[in-house]
């Protein structure tokens, strides 16, 4: 009985630290704290895909932070969240929604998108760390800062982009940013892939997929 007790205080103790990681990650990455924002991350694997950006996590916090001096508006918001862990291996899924404020054709908009965090997780020196991130945007919208503005979007750059983050890739785009197409939606191949590969990562593989 003692034994089932210590098993499942640790399995509770390592679920409660990776949505402690989850959180910070969020907190100090939009409050711009980019030396403790670079602690969520593993030190020598950390990997980052986003819409707007592809590469390592020390690349990612310098552009972030490029961005944030710039005035770039990014911000995020977390929900539920669940945890699969296996010994010092773990994927973490959140929902989250990112929403950015820009000017698109001189209008002000708000976009909303709704999705996941997925989170290939390792324990380093005793403490957990991203190793990569994943979003799977589900779907967003767009909406005026202004209601009584006129925009009319242009329907062939909208509908280049998947239906998840349809109009968070046009507004980036718009801003100059080069967007990646094929992410991971709420279902479809890619979705299924991250699904596999995350698998894949908790049984022991010697990298967390695909990190180019």
């Known amino acids: 009985m003692t034994r089932r007790v210590e098993n499942v205080s640790t399995s509770l103790e390592d679920r409660l630290a990776l949505r402690e990681l989850v959180d910070n990650w969020a907190v100090w990455r939009d409050a711009g704290d980019w030396d403790r924002f670079a602690t969520v991350w593993h030190p020598t694997d950390g990997w980052m895909t986003a819409t707007w950006f592809q590469g390592p996590a020390a690349e990612f916090i310098t552009v972030s932070r490029e961005g944030f001096d710039r005035g770039v508006s990014i ?31 001189g209008v002000d908009v708000d976009v909303l998108c709704t999705g996941r965090f997925y989170d ?93």
């Open 120 to 212: 290939f997780c390792a324990r380093y020196d005793g403490e957990w760390k991203i190793v990569r991130r994943q979003p799977i945007y589900e779907k967003d919208r767009l909406d005026l800062v202004d209601p009584s503005a006129r925009l009319a979007l242009d329907p062939e750059l909208l509908h280049r982009f998947p239906a998840g983050y349809r109009h968070l890739a046009y507004l980036q785009t718009k801003a100059g940013f080069s967007v990646k197409s094929g992410l991971p939606g709420l279902t479809g191949a890619a979705v299924r892939r991250l699904y596999d590969e995350g698998a894949k990562w908790l049984a022991g593989s010697a990298n967390p997929g695909d990190t180019e």
């Open 75 to 105: 911000l995020h918001f977390l929900g539920g969240h669940s945890a699969d862990v296996n010994g010092d291996r773990a994927i973490a899924q959140t929902k989250m929604t990112i929403n950015q404020r820009a000017s698109i054709d």
